[in-house]
């Protein structure tokens, strides 16, 4: 099992960052792929970003690529998301999903997911 937690979320204005972190605990964190994921009200979850088990490949959404940064320290079992020029249509709840695949971009592949940080992006 690995337990996954995040924070980091919040209220900011269009333009502005925001950095989430998930931890993990539970089984052996570089063993896992990691993902960020996104659900806004009525709509589906939506891939966002991944990184390998080594943070040697990433994978992201066309539609955050050049403001977010996917990274992980192995170390502090902990995966981070930097936001960067954000948007109000970021305006989601944050998952953070571990794979013991590649870090893939679909959500049947991940078998752990925390339960979701806020994000709200005002115009």
């Known amino acids: 099992q690995v337990q996954l937690v995040e924070s980091g979320g919040g209220l900011v204005q269009a333009g502005g960052s925001l950095r989430l972190s998930c931890v993990a605990s539970?089984?052996?964190?570089?063993?896992?792929?990691m993902g960020w994921f996104r659900q806004a009200p009525g709509k589906e979850r939506e891939f966002v970003a991944a990184?390998?088990?080594?943070?040697?490949?990433?994978n992201y959404a066309d539609s955050v690529k050049g403001r977010f940064t996917i990274s992980r320290d192995n170390g502090k079992n902990t995966v981070y998301l930097q936001m960067n020029s954000l948007k109000p249509e970021d305006t989601a709840v944050y998952y953070c999903?571990?794979?013991?695949?590649?870090?893939?971009?679909?959500?049947?592949?991940?078998?752990?997911w925390g339960q979701g940080t806020q994000v709200t992006v005002s115009s």
């Open positions: 999903a571990a794979n013991s695949g590649g870090p893939g971009r679909r959500r049947y592949e991940y078998d752990y």
């Open positions: 539970g089984r052996t964190f570089s063993s896992y792929a």
């Open positions: 990184i390998s088990w080594s943070g040697g490949y990433k």
